[in-house]
């Protein structure tokens, strides 16, 4: 995750894939407050979430128990249309 903050500062562009793999990296540690941070993240910077992103961030929330913010976030994806 440093690697990805570190890409802000630098000329590479953070997308769609690079920010999917970060929220994946969160799910697997169990740090669904951060994955939700960086899910929330794309939107401001206007970087599309697709089903990776969706699924990952989904897990996050069900591993740290927080249903109801998974449960959102499932119902997301059928208003996104992803």
């Known amino acids: 995750l440093q690697l990805f903050r570190e890409m802000g500062d630098s000329l590479v562009e953070r997308d769609t894939i690079?920010?999917?793999?970060?929220?994946?990296?969160?799910?697997k540690r169990e740090q669904w407050v951060l994955a939700l941070q960086l899910f929330c993240e794309?939107?401001?910077?206007?970087?599309?979430?697709?089903t990776i992103t969706y699924s990952a961030a989904v897990r996050a929330c069900g591993k740290g128990e927080?249903?109801?913010?998974?449960?959102?976030l499932f119902h997301e994806t059928g208003d996104s249309r992803v």
């Open 42 to 50: 794309m939107a401001d910077s206007s970087v599309e979430r697709d």
């Open 18 to 27: 690079t920010y999917s793999a970060a929220v994946s990296v969160c799910e």
């Open 66 to 72: 927080q249903w109801v913010q998974a449960l959102q």
